[in-house]
């Protein structure tokens, strides 16, 4: 095991951070690069669960996981699958506590970002170092070029930089694609308090009400806020065309309300009690089963790796178990390289699974029938 090797990992999400912690406590001093100038420069986003076999098991390696377990919300699993009249065709959940748990229970982003940055010594993070590019020098290490002028030369850089990796271009020719799917954000804030019809239907977990090829997946999150995401399938120029104002939550209302018409008014609460930040978001991905040929001295995880859609609920728990796979492989090889090789084989495939049910996954959200398909399809691993 080689401790001295300079390891730089570009980027402070769940995935560059789990690595950090996982390194620094079996003695090694990585060094993350991200480009956001502070932990609070930006909201991190909504609800994740973390499954037993990927998020939880990388928090265990991290030893993480009983913390994580004081705080996540397991009345949280609680989901519902619904048509566009309302009406409940799956329902499971709320699960008390972790005894009645099924394996995902929810935590909500900004608590998870802030439980692994205090696991991690706060000198390793390099705030406001935005990567622009590497180049490969020829002994295998590489130069990291920041966008505030700083160079560094490292033996191993890991891009856990996210969709739209600057490392990625060095390893592999494939970019972040559309994925065919649109959403606009809306949130529903203090949802407990001021709104408990909207409550009532949501329930403690999510709402997957899917019809007419286009869907409102709503989550409630631990401050009760309720997160909702409108989808549809569309070209990629819609999101910009549609004549939807982003700026003024007050003017969008009845053109999204438009898009959902003959919805059952219950379902069209969610847009109708939007009281929050709303923004628009093009749906991007990786060719399913995303691979490159291993090079000395650089690798991914994550986003940056296998870039997927939401549909599966998958991109946290992957990048984490990336992470916990990486450093794992780190820690109980002595040559890095073999490490990394290794490391990259076992991600390939099970990464490479996971983005093929995604894609599924996606396919069938956007289905005529979609919630009936769904609920079948939940029902059945219930029996199994
Ligand atoms: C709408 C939506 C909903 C989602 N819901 C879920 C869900 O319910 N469950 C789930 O598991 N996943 C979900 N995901 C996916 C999930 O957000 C990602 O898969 C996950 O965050 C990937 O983690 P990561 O650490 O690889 O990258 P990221 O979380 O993207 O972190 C990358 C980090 O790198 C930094 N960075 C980027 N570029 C640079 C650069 N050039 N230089 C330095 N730093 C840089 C960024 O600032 C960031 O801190 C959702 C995604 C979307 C879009």
Redesign the pocket.
């Known amino acids: 095991m080689n401790k001295n090797k300079r390891i730089a990992i570009?980027?402070?999400?769940?995935?560059?951070?789990?690595l950090a912690r996982i390194l620094q406590q079996a003695g090694f001093n990585p060094v993350i690069?991200?480009?956001?100038i502070s932990a609070t420069?930006?909201e991190?986003?909504?609800?994740?669960?973390?499954s037993e076999d990927m998020?939880q098991k990388a928090l265990k390696v991290a030893g993480l996981l009983e913390q994580f377990k004081k705080v996540c919300r397991y009345e949280g699993e609680a989901a519902k699958i619904m048509d566009k009249t309302a009406t409940v065709l799956f329902e499971e959940g709320p699960n008390v506590d972790e005894e009645h748990s099924g394996d995902r229970p929810e935590i909500d982003?900004t608590m998870l970002r802030q439980m692994l940055l205090e696991s991690v010594n706060p000198e390793s993070i390099q705030w406001g170092?935005?990567?622009?590019y590497a180049t490969p020098l020829e002994n295998g290490q590489h130069a990291l070029h920041?966008?505030n002028g700083v160079t560094e030369v490292v033996d191993l850089a890991v891009g856990?930089?996210?969709?739209?990796?600057?490392?990625r271009p060095l390893v592999s020719d494939e970019t972040a694609e559309y994925s065919g799917v649109s959403?606009v954000?809306i949130n529903i804030l203090d949802a407990k308090k001021q709104f408990p019809d909207i409550v009532e239907l949501n329930g403690l977990g999510s709402v997957f009400a899917l019809d007419d090829q286009k869907g409102m997946i709503a989550?409630m999150n631990g401050d009760g806020k309720i997160r909702i995401?409108l989808s549809f399938k569309a070209p990629y120029e819609w999101l910009h065309n549609n004549g939807i104002n982003y700026d003024n939550l007050e003017e969008a209302k009845p053109e999204l309300l438009k898009l959902f018409e003959d919805w059952s008014p219950e379902l069209k609460k969610y847009i109708h009690y939007a009281n929050g930040p709303i923004f628009p978001?093009h749906?991007?991905m990786l060719p399913v089963g995303h691979k490159w040929e291993h090079k000395k001295g650089i690798t991914l995880?994550?986003?940056?790796?296998h870039?997927?859609?939401?549909f599966?609920?998958?991109?946290?728990?992957?990048?984490?178990l990336?992470?916990s796979e990486l450093a794992l492989s780190i820690i109980n090889h002595d040559d890095t390289d073999e490490a990394v090789y290794n490391y990259e084989l076992k991600m390939f495939e099970y990464a490479g699974e996971i983005a093929a049910e995604t894609k599924e996954n996606m396919d069938l959200f956007f289905e005529n029938n979609a919630a009936k398909t769904l609920s079948d399809l939940m029902k059945s691993h219930h029996v199994e």
């Open positions: 570009i980027g402070a999400g769940p995935g560059g951070l789990t690069f991200e480009g956001e420069q930006r991190q986003g909504g609800t994740l669960d973390l998020g982003r170092h935005k990567l622009l920041f966008e856990a930089d996210g969709a739209f990796s600057k490392l959403m954000e989550q995401y978001r749906i991007y995880l994550g986003d940056a790796a870039l997927m859609s939401p599966a609920g998958a991109g946290v728990n992957l990048a984490m990336d992470a």
